[in-house]
């Protein structure tokens, strides 16, 4: 039974450490791409998740892997997704 709530807990935890980590990378991204943003602080959750999984794909397959550049290519990733939208939405 213990293990069980623990385990809970932890997924929980787990969730609200990703939504800051994305809340906070996509934050980054949209800083520093001035112009129009997609919806709130939900779809920059979700663009800082994103951008976090595109810019891990594409440093693993460049062989960069660490801290630093972790950070700097979820914030790539997400400044690539952002302008793909941005892209997409203007057509």
Partial sequence: ????????IGGVMGILIAAVVGLIIGAVAKFLM?????????VTILLGIAGSWVGGLVFGLLGLQGMATGLIGAVLGA???LLIYRKLKSK
């Fill in 1 to 8: 039974m213990e293990a069980t709530v623990g385990a809970a």
């Fill in 34 to 42: 001035p112009g129009p943003d997609p919806g709130g602080w939900f």
């Fill in 79 to 81: 400044m690539l997704l």
